[in-house]
């Protein structure tokens, strides 16, 4: 078969084809599966219950707040910070701001999405799926116009292998307007999580499942408890015989009068001799707490996120915050910054040019710190007046008063007189 059958989809079923196919987590998908429902990856060997009993989709998972919060807490930070399409050569880095592409990454991504909507669903895409896709509308120069999400669960990467040209990828998918059909990687945007193959990222849902399983299990648990009114499970005894279709019918008599948050506080009367005994049961002999803490704890780990942005304040001082947020931002966030920059540069970018974020508004801390910092670098003459007021969101003083940089009056450089002194004296 040749490439342009291959580019077509003709020739043999897929699944007769023998070019290698990647492991997907997610499974392929049919139009109607989409982020909310959770994907079929459920019946997929990753999928399906964990250990504890329970379901562990996405669903499911976003039921638990912290991971609500961690996603929301990641997806939102990472829409925030700008991603800038620059040219870099021998005299520094310049932002190229009348590019299409500029105005494609900061702009308008398509019709339907704001920047920040595009953003927060590909960060979303990426956690809890472990991919994301977007399909390449091209003008009629085949320059990138608008980026479509599509369905990380209906996409299925493909990849082929020639000797003499290296490795290719190439993705079946389901678009919106719901055709189907195989495409080349320049149609396809594809930014992989943390892969073992380098190619497709890895689903944590899929491979933290029995984490996030203890923590639906818990929960449901404590549902339980309190739609039961709290109490505590009870044994009925007697020293009489009794049938085994009477002891049924006790039983249901049992839950229909006494139990349930609709029967609380109603007097049990009792007859044929039966005592009511109820099983001890003690949370906080149980850790119930501290179990929940754990779980919220491995929930942050799971996606990397300092315990304090989900709430979990337990171990948190005032010392330590404004350093786990910094760090947050460099090794949590600067990973996922890199990642997304680096795959649209081979996407898009031409040659010399780059995708670099700017998280510089993230860094810049409480306005005291920020204002001598500023000062600082302004008395040094590494910034201007107008540079120095933009960080506060001040307009420019304009001409030479805005623009000259400062030299300190003791400072000058090696080996030469400093101006307004005379020499030999």
């Known amino acids: 078969m040749g490439l342009l059958d ?217 549902q339980n408890y309190w739609r039961n009114n709290g109490q505590p499970p009870v044994i009925l005894t007697t020293s009489d015989p009794i049938k085994p279709a009477e002891r049924q019918a006790i039983k249901e008599d049992w839950q229909a009068l006494y139990s349930g948050p609709m029967n609380a506080g109603t007097p049990a009367v009792l007859g044929r001799g039966l005592t009511a005994n109820y099983m001890p049961m003690n949370n906080k002999d149980g850790q119930l707490v501290e179990t929940r803490t754990a779980q919220v704890l491995d929930i942050a780990r799971a996606w990397g996120v300092p315990p304090h942005l989900i709430f979990e304040l337990s171990k948190a001082t005032f010392g330590n915050i404004e350093q786990q947020s910094l760090e947050f931002v460099i090794y949590h966030l600067g990973p996922h910054f890199a990642r997304v920059a680096d795959s649209a540069m081979h996407a898009f970018a031409d040659a010399g040019c780059i995708f670099k974020h700017d998280p510089s508004d993230l860094l810049k801390g409480g306005f005291l710190d920020r204002a001598q910092g500023v000062s600082a670098l302004r008395n040094a003459g590494v910034m201007n007046t107008d540079e120095a007021r933009s960080n506060f969101d001040l307009n420019p003083v304009g001409g030479d008063v805005g623009s000259e940089l400062w030299r300190p009056i003791n400072i000058g450089v090696a080996g030469e007189t400093p101006a307004g002194t005379e020499s030999g004296n």
């Open 6 to 222: 291959f580019l077509r989809g003709s020739g043999p079923p897929v699944s007769a084809r023998r070019e290698p196919r990647l492991h997907a987590e997610a499974g392929v998908s049919s139009p109607a599966d989409n982020f909310q429902a959770g994907g079929p990856w459920v019946s997929f060997p990753m999928g399906g219950p964990s250990r504890s009993g329970v379901l562990v989709t996405e669903r499911t998972t976003l039921s638990l707040p912290a991971v609500m919060q961690a996603l929301r807490i990641l997806s939102g930070v990472f829409a925030m910070v700008p991603m800038h399409y620059c040219r870099h050569d021998g005299t520094g880095t310049h932002r190229l701001t009348d590019d299409p592409l500029y105005q494609l990454m900061n702009g308008r991504p398509n019709d339907a999405q704001s920047r920040f909507a595009f953003r927060e669903i590909l960060m979303s895409d990426l956690l809890m799926a472990g991919n994301f896709y977007a399909y390449v509308s091209r003008d009629a120069f085949m320059r990138p116009v608008a980026l479509t999400r599509l369905d990380p669960f209906g996409t299925l990467p493909l990849q082929s292998f020639e000797r003499a040209t290296g490795q290719s990828m190439f993705y079946d998918t389901t678009l919106p307007d719901g055709s189907s059909g195989r495409f080349a990687a320049r149609d396809i945007w594809h930014v992989s999580g943390m892969s073992r193959n380098g190619l497709q990222g890895l689903s944590p849902i899929a491979y933290m499942k029995e984490a996030f399983g203890e923590s639906i299990a818990t929960a449901t648990y404590v």
